[in-house]
């Protein structure tokens, strides 16, 4: 997590703490990179852009919602596609260098202090690497199912 995302919430949130998470380690994140492709049924090897191409070819576009709207419920969108995630999801920020874990309610609950449209385009996944959320800068999302 960036660290100017944690000082803009306490900034704005007097007297509550940011949501725990967990940044991975860099060999998590490879680790994990590698589960990803492989679950893509791609090499372990393969560059991380290959990965997103990969899950951005399969991704279904959920038109009728939008990450950047007010309205927006993580909880509620994951349901309504018949998506059960587990109780915690991961993060991926960049090109699978950067990840973090993190409770799904906690990142629901504060989608709008994690999620900046405009610089972010993120990937949201659990361990069961069944489903993957696109978001993209402007809020788009789109859905991969594996």
């Given at each position: 997590?960036?660290?100017?995302?944690?000082e803009h919430?306490?900034?704005?949130?007097?007297g509550k703490s940011f949501p725990g998470f967990?940044?991975?380690?860099?060999?998590d994140c490879a680790k994990l990179k590698a589960v990803v492709a492989q679950a893509l049924g791609l090499p372990a090897e393969i560059e991380a852009l290959q990965i997103l191409d990969a899950l951005r070819q399969n991704a279904i576009p959920i038109a009728e919602m939008n990450a950047a709207s007010k309205e927006f419920s993580l909880v509620e969108v994951l349901r309504s596609l018949g998506i059960r995630p587990n109780r915690?999801?991961?993060?991926?920020?960049?090109?699978?260098?950067?990840?973090?874990?993190?409770?799904?309610?906690?990142?629901?609950?504060?989608?709008d202090d994690i999620f900046y449209p405009g610089p972010d385009d993120i990937e949201l996944f659990d361990e069961t690497l069944k489903w993957f959320m696109l978001v993209d800068h402007e809020g788009a999302i789109s859905i991969t199912e594996l």
């Open positions: 997590m960036e660290p100017f995302k944690i919430f306490v900034r704005e949130n007097p967990k940044t991975l380690e860099a060999a915690d999801v991961f993060i991926n920020w960049k090109r699978f260098d950067c990840i973090d874990r993190i409770a799904l309610e906690d990142l629901s609950r504060y989608f």
